[in-house]
């Protein structure tokens, strides 16, 4: 059974909260800088670009290094219907769903690879 939306992203933003206050005070300040989207699925332009309909999770902008090099500014985006899917409906599960993907796109905006986050876990 899917919780509401409402639900959902009140999990969702406790998690990121919790995780962000659990990041060393130089990262934490740093990381709170990216705004942080909830959105249910990707859409329909970001199936287009390639995304699959089930991505948990994804990066956009400038990573950190590059800021002021790429036109748009660091955003990370968590689709938390497909994490819910993902974590097999039990809430717990969820949170530490979102909490993986919230810290594997953080990665990304610190410049870490897909391999790199994969060797801390954060797959």
């Keep these: 059974m899917q919780p ?16 962000l206050n659990a990041l060393p005070q130089p990262l934490q300040a740093r990381a709170r800088e ?13 199936q287009e670009e390639g995304f699959a309909p ?15 090099l790429v036109p748009l500014p660091p955003q990370i985006l968590l689709f938390l219907l497909n994490l819910w899917e993902f974590a097999g409906g039990d809430e717990e599960v969820y949170r530490e769903e979102v909490r993986t993907t919230y810290l594997h796109e953080l990665g990304h905006y610190l410049g870490l690879s897909e ?4 060797e801390r876990g954060l797959e």
Excluded at 4 to 19: D, F, G, I, M, S
Excluded at 34 to 46: G, I
Excluded at 57 to 68: L, N, P, Y
């Design 34 to 46: 990216v705004p942080v989207t909830f959105e249910r699925r990707p859409n329909r332009a970001l």
């Design 4 to 19: 509401c939306w409402q639900r959902l992203k009140q999990l969702a933003e406790e998690e990121v909260e919790a995780t």
């Design 54 to 68: 089930d991505t948990l999770g994804m990066f956009t902008g400038a990573a950190f290094a590059e800021e002021g």
């Design 115 to 118: 391999d790199e986050l994969t």
